[in-house]
């Protein structure tokens, strides 16, 4: 009909994830889209997306491991776009783990694959905002803008993620930094820290990096840049810059600091991402 925007076939799968492999119970956390080239079955066009809204998924399992999930993520959308054989399901079941189920295919009409994912995220996946409930806030906030700005510019999935302290000091360190990549002799960590509602992220991370650095430059011949991205004072201190909300933030700052570490605010990441753009050559 005309004036009507034109939708094309697709299918889609919803991916569930479930604590307990041999249990029934799960909760969607991502979908699946994709559709037929016209120049043979085994070329497909497709888009993967998680949640990135990971509350309810802490509710239904407190011991939810989402960084690993979103590493897993990372490992899907790499494997679907280099998959010159069109091999869905290799790919699938190489990268999800036991407890991430996938639907069985189902048709789907969709103006374009990217309106098509957001659709079956809001159906299915992400519940719809309820007025006056509360956004992500601390660590979580920051990690998803810092996500955001490096998925916005296209190496998220070029980059390294929980990256384990332990593999450059030693075994019982349970520390990961968030993301890292290497361009040339530096490797360039980011770690999001809150310095909301206390300090102890900014004082552990400040503890671990002369270790971590030496570590680096003794298994990786490389230097170490590590960066912690903390929210701008005014999230902290408020517009009257509360002398004792002002005084813990320079303290973390300050600590960090001491210890080598860059420290930027998520209002920084869009240039943080430009340059991770330009020394991977995206």
Known sequence: MSGENQRHQCKYQLIGY?????????IQIGALIWQENSDGPGNKQMELRFTRDWRRVRCFDPDADVALLESIESELRHGLNNDPDG?????????LSNNLRMSTPKAYEAESLP???EELMRMYVDPPKREGSSRLSGRAAIHNKMRAEFEHVGVWDLMRKRIPVSDYTRPGDTLRIDAGYRPNGVIRMFHAVSLEPDLDLAKVLAFSAAG??????RMEQANLQLTAIVEPISKIAGEDRDAERLAMYRFGVETMEEAQIRVLTTADLNRVAETA???LRV
Do not use: C, M
């Open 87 to 95: 091999k869905l399901k290799r790919i699938i079941d190489e990268a």
């Open 212 to 217: 971590l650095r030496s570590g680096v430059e």
């Open 115 to 117: 309106a098509g994912i």
């Open 277 to 279: 753009r330009l020394e």
């Open 18 to 26: 479930a604590p307990h492999s041999l249990r029934e119970e799960f």
